[in-house]
C-alpha cells in the first residue's frame, strides 16, 4: 500500500489522485476528532472538507510526512472552533437567534442557516424586506438605513418592529412543522460557490478584504482614491456605492489585467435606483470590459459589452428583482464563453471573442447598491 508520505510527495507535485486517496484515507479520522465539537452533521462535514482545504495548501509546512494524521487532526480542531466562533458571531446578529425568544424552542434561531434567513426575509413585503435586509444581512444601523431608503428614521424602526413580529410567527409556524430541524425553503441545487477542481488541483475562492479605507480596490485609471471615497464606503459589512443621475462614478476595480480565465463571486443587494452592476474582463486601460447589469425596472439581468462608453447588448433574461433583496451573483469568465448565475441558477450564457483578459470592479449607475464578501478564483 502507498504510504502516507508518497502520497504527501504525489499532492506536492500536483496529483489529484493522491489526494483524493489521501482523503479516503483519513476522512473518517477527522471526522472523529471534530464530531464532539459540533452538534450539526452538516457542520461536522464542512469543518472536515475545510480542514482537508487548508492542509492542501499548506503542505508544504509539513516537515514529516509520517505525522500526517496528527497535523490534520489539529488542523481540523482548528477548523471546528473557527466554524464555531462564526456560528456565535451569526447568532449574535441573525434575528432568528433573537425571535426565537419566547416561541417554545429556544434552540430554534441557530437552526436557521443563511438561506433559510433569506427565505425567511423574502416572504416580507417589499419595503420591510428592504429594511430587514440592510440591517441584519449587510450590518447598516438604522440611521443609515433611513437615509439610503429616503424614509423617516422612525418609519425604518416601525418596519423592522414589525418584520420581527411577521418573522417570529413564520418561526413559530415553523417550529410546529418540524421537531428537529427547519426545512429548507431553498432548492437543493449547490452553491455555485463550492470548492472545484482543475488541472492543478482544488481551486479555492480568494476572498477581496474590504476595510473603511477600501485599500485593497483601486479607482480607475481616469479617476482617483478622492472621487472613489465620493463614491464608495463601507457601511456595516457591505461596500456601498451611490451615483446620482447624470454622473459617471468611479467603479472599484480589483484584479490584474493580465487575468484571463475566473470566476467572479459577491452578494448584492440593490438599495434605490434602477440599475446594480459589476464589470469584468477590464481592458488594462479601463475604458472597455464586460458588464454584469441587474435592471431593475426592466426586471432583467443582463450581460453587456463595453468599448469607450459604447455598450452593445449580448444577453438579456427576463428575472423577478426587487429592492433590498439580497442576491448571490457568481459571473464566469471562461475564454470566450461568459455566464452568469443568480442565487445558484444559470441565467446568462453566451460566447464573445472580444475581450479574453482583465481585472474585475464593482460599479453603480443612478442607484445605491450594496456589495459583500466578493471573491474570485483564478481557473488556469
Request: aromatic share 8%; hydrophobic share 40%; net charge neutral.
Amino acid at each position: 500500500m502507498i504510504s502516507d508520505q508518497e502520497l504527501v510527495a504525489a499532492c506536492r507535485q500536483g496529483s489529484q489522485d493522491a489526494y483524493r486517496r489521501l482523503v479516503d484515507r483519513h476522512w473518517a479520522g477527522v471526522v472523529r476528532t471534530v464530531a464532539p465539537l459540533l452538534d450539526d452533521p452538516d457542520d461536522v462535514e464542512d469543518a472536515a472538507q475545510e480542514a482537508f482545504i487548508r492542509a492542501c495548501r499548506r503542505l508544504d509546512e509539513l516537515k514529516d510526512p509520517d505525522r500526517l494524521p496528527a497535523w490534520l487532526h489539529a488542523i481540523a480542531r482548528n477548523a471546528a472552533r473557527k466554524m464555531l466562533r462564526q456560528r456565535r458571531l451569526e447568532q449574535q446578529r441573525l434575528p432568528g437567534h433573537e425571535l426565537s425568544r419566547g416561541v417554545g424552542d429556544p434552540d430554534l434561531g441557530s437552526l436557521l442557516g443563511y438561506r433559510d434567513l433569506k427565505a425567511l426575509v423574502n416572504t416580507l413585503a417589499p419595503p420591510d424586506r428592504a429594511v430587514v435586509t440592510l440591517f441584519y444581512l449587510a450590518g447598516m444601523e438604522l440611521k443609515r438605513i433611513a437615509e439610503r431608503l429616503d424614509i423617516p428614521v422612525g418609519t425604518a424602526k416601525s418596519r423592522l418592529h414589525r418584520s420581527r413580529r411577521l418573522m417570529r410567527e413564520r418561526i413559530r409556524h415553523m417550529s410546529r412543522q418540524t421537531s428537529e430541524r427547519t426545512e429548507r425553503t431553498d432548492s437543493p441545487e449547490s452553491s455555485p460557490r463550492d470548492v472545484i477542481g482543475g488541472m492543478r488541483g482544488l481551486i479555492n475562492w480568494q476572498v477581496v478584504p474590504a476595510d473603511e479605507e477600501l485599500s485593497s480596490w483601486r479607482p480607475p485609471a481616469w479617476s482617483d482614491r478622492e472621487a472613489l471615497h465620493k463614491t464608495w464606503r463601507m457601511e456595516g459589512n457591505a461596500i456601498v456605492g451611490s451615483g446620482e443621475a447624470g454622473e459617471d462614478p468611479p467603479s472599484l476595480i480589483a484584479g490584474e489585467p493580465t487575468w484571463t480565465d475566473y470566476e467572479l463571486s459577491f452578494l448584492m443587494t440593490p438599495i434605490s435606483g434602477g440599475n446594480a452592476q459589476a464589470a469584468f474582463s477590464i481592458s488594462a486601460d479601463d475604458r472597455s470590459y464586460y458588464l454584469f447589469d441587474f435592471l431593475l425596472g426592466w426586471q432583467a439581468v443582463g450581460i453587456y459589452r463595453v468599448i469607450e462608453g459604447r455598450l452593445t447588448k449580448l444577453s438579456v433574461v427576463n428575472h423577478a428583482l426587487h429592492r433590498g433583496q439580497e442576491y448571490e451573483v457568481q459571473v464566469a469568465a471562461r475564454g470566450a464563453s461568459l455566464t452568469s448565475y443568480v442565487d445558484g441558477k444559470l441565467v446568462n450564457q453566451l460566447t464573445d471573442e472580444t475581450f479574453r483578459m482583465g481585472a474585475f470592479g464593482l460599479m453603480v449607475w443612478e442607484c445605491s447598491t450594496a456589495f459583500r464578501d466578493v471573491r474570485y478564483r483564478l481557473l488556469h
